[in-house]
């Protein structure tokens, strides 16, 4: 079993893309209230002092097979949380003065 942590979620899988004079004209994804509902309470992120935040962030993509999905960040993952403290640190380490 890989021991890779992810930071997204598979939410489902999309219809394949539209193609307009060979180019990749646009992809749809279709949600239902209770998934929407269930994605906004779970994955989106905190809203802050000035009100920003608060967002769901969906990315459609295609597996290796050949098939496309789309998935959601999940801020509150394993893997987002420590890209977040590495990050964290990264800045803290270069507002040192020596």
Not at 21 to 43: C, N
Not at 81 to 95: G, L, S
Request: proline share 3%; glycine share 6%; charged share 30%.
């Amino acid at each position: 079993m890989s021991d890779t942590k992810y930071d997204s979620v598979l939410v489902g899988y999309t219809e394949e893309p539209r193609y307009y004079d060979g180019k990749l004209s646009s992809w749809s994804v279709k949600f239902k209230v209770a998934e929407l509902q269930e994605m906004i309470d779970k994955y989106a992120t905190p809203v802050n002092e000035q009100g920003e935040g608060g967002n769901v962030y969906c990315k459609l993509g295609v597996s290796k097979a050949n098939n496309y999905y789309t998935t959601v960040f999940d801020y509150n993952s394993e893997a987002a949380q420590e890209k977040r403290a590495a990050r964290h640190a990264e800045t803290v380490a270069d507002e040192m003065p020596f």
